[in-house]
Nanobody, 118 residues
Framework: VQFAESGGAVVQTGGSLRLSCAAS????????MGWFRQAPGKERESVGT????????DYADSVKGRFTISRDNNKNTMYLQMNSLNPEDTAVYYC????????????WGQGTQVTVSS
């Protein structure tokens, strides 16, 4: 399974962005996908996850109420809608997938840069 992320940009505080993660390969083997982010000098952290079949979502406390993960199974694409962005959201955002729970995420995208200016 491979991913192509897009949608990263520079945005002002309070703005919105939508990231996309287009997948190719055997998606029927995927249990869940997730968005992760890594800011300079910080460890990578989970933003949220979505089950590929049922669409159940889970979010980090820091983004609850602001970010929404969705997926389009027909397009093999996962999305991250980000609203009310602030400079603390500045990071490289990665999409990832795993074959089962609670296994580690095995497949990773190359990342897309999101910069929120104050």
């Amino acid at each position: 399974v491979q991913f192509a992320e897009s949608g990263g940009a520079v945005v002002q505080t309070g703005g919105s962005l939508r990231l996309s993660c287009a997948a190719s390969g055997l998606m029927s083997s995927i249990y869940s996908m997730g968005w992760f982010r890594q800011a300079p000098g910080k460890e990578r952290e989970s933003v949220g996850t979505i089950t590929w079949g049922g669409g159940s979502t889970d979010y980090a406390d820091s983004v609850k109420g602001r970010f929404t993960i969705s997926r389009d199974n027909n397009k093999n694409t996962m999305y991250l809608q980000m609203n009310s962005l602030n400079p603390e959201d500045t990071a490289v955002y990665y999409c990832a997938a795993r074959n089962r729970w609670p296994a580690n995420f095995r497949y990773w995208g190359q990342g897309t840069q999101v910069t929120v200016s104050s």
